[in-house]
């Protein structure tokens, strides 16, 4: 059974904190008296939450176990490193989506997909 949108919940608020981080980052790199127009670090924070939306929409598509850890556990790295970055920057927005983001990771990974097989009821 192919999962849709609707079936995680966490995915979703874990690609829409990581596309406003993204959204932020970008205004922060191209608005002139930002304090980090053109900057490499506004750079890589831009960079960093388009992999994290990449990422949540994998989250969306993995089927095996394994393959869903290894993929939290990267998103994980990316959330925090992105939070750290956004909080060098002064950039307290990308700071508060990652924080939301991982609110939408925790959810995923307590509520997991609807095509996982339940045990014994």
Do not use: E, N
Request: some cysteine; charged content about 5%.
């Amino acid at each position: 059974m192919p999962s849709s949108l609707s079936s995680r919940p966490g995915a979703l608020v874990l690609l829409t904190a990581s596309l406003a981080g993204l959204a932020i980052a970008l205004y922060a790199y191209l608005t002139p008296l930002t304090g980090i127009t053109g900057t490499l670090g506004a750079l890589v924070a831009i960079v960093a939450c388009l992999a994290l939306a990449v990422m949540a929409l994998l989250l969306f598509k993995v089927t095996s176990r394994g393959a869903a850890i290894t993929l939290r556990i990267l998103i994980l790295i990316g959330l925090a490193g992105t939070f750290f970055a956004g909080i060098l920057l002064h950039q307290w927005w990308i700071g508060a989506a990652m924080v939301v983001g991982l609110v939408g990771l925790i959810v995923d990974m307590v509520r997991p997909a609807q095509h996982t097989r339940l045990t014994h009821s």
